[in-house]
């Protein structure tokens, strides 16, 4: 079965510092891959995904996240965090050989700091 | 763009109460979810289906029911909420595997 480990539950960065996100999966075969943002009381926005070929993708808002197949990881990153970056993130992995929902972490939250 | 309508942002009912739950999309897309979020529980998958009439129970749904009589309408039903069903509500749809798409959210608070 697949599963989803984000390890951080709450990161707190400063304005203008980089960002990584960390994004673990269990999945027997290439996955699909996705991360979405969730600001407060809205719902959930695609940033990026991976389905094949060049393993860093680039998404919306500045972020990318990089496939390591050898580590079983899509770590998300941004270069430099705006205030406006604070919310939550939900790494989630797809099933590629059928009609299956998408497996989703339990999300990170990230406060921004002046 | 694609979009994903919920029929209401904020619900209160209570406890005994049955409870409606609307989502519409407007992309043809052929699967629709429910999740329930609860903090620190991330996303739970309640309902699924893969088209019209059919469904598939996710990891939670007891206490919960789903109608698909058209494509772009998905209902969650709640037959009689009690105060453990409180919680934001999600919908989203999907073509056949690929990016799911959300709704704004129903936060339902049971009294």
């Known amino acids: 079965a697949q599963s989803v480990t984000q390890p951080d539950i709450h990161i707190t960065v400063s304005e203008g510092a980089s960002l990584e996100l960390r994004c673990n999966y269990s999945?027997?075969?290439?996955?699909?891959l996705f991360w979405y943002v969730q600001s407060p009381g809205q719902g959930l926005q695609l940033l990026l995904k991976?389905?094949?070929?060049?393993?860093l993708v680039q998404g919306i808002k500045g972020f990318e996240a990089e496939f390591k197949r050898s580590q079983s990881s899509f770590n998300l990153r941004k270069p430099s965090v705006h205030w406006s970056d604070a919310a939550e993130y939900f790494c989630?992995?797809?099933?590629?050989?059928?009609?299956?929902?998408?497996?989703f972490g339990k999300g990170t939250r990230l406060s921004v700091i002046a | 763009d694609v979009k994903v309508t919920q029929s209401s942002r904020y619900l209160v009912k209570r406890t005994g109460e049955k409870v409606f739950l609307e989502c519409v999309q407007d992309?043809?897309?052929?699967?629709m979810f429910w999740y329930r979020q609860d903090p620190g529980l991330g996303l739970r998958l309640i309902y699924f289906?893969?088209?019209?009439?059919?469904?598939e129970k996710g990891d939670i749904p007891e206490g919960y029911s789903v109608s698909r009589e058209k494509k772009e309408r998905f209902s969650l039903i709640l037959e009689s909420a009690s105060t453990n069903q409180t919680s934001m509500y999600l919908c989203?749809?999907?073509?056949?595997?690929?990016?799911?798409?959300f709704g704004p959210g129903t936060r339902l608070t049971v009294l």
């Open positions: 989203a749809s999907s073509p056949f595997i690929d990016t799911q798409y």
């Open positions: 999945y027997g075969a290439t996955p699909y």
């Open positions: 991976y389905f094949s070929g060049d393993t």
């Open positions: 989630a992995v797809g099933d590629v050989s059928g009609n299956t929902p998408l497996v």
């Open positions: 992309m043809d897309h052929e699967n």
């Open positions: 289906s893969y088209d019209v009439k059919m469904k």
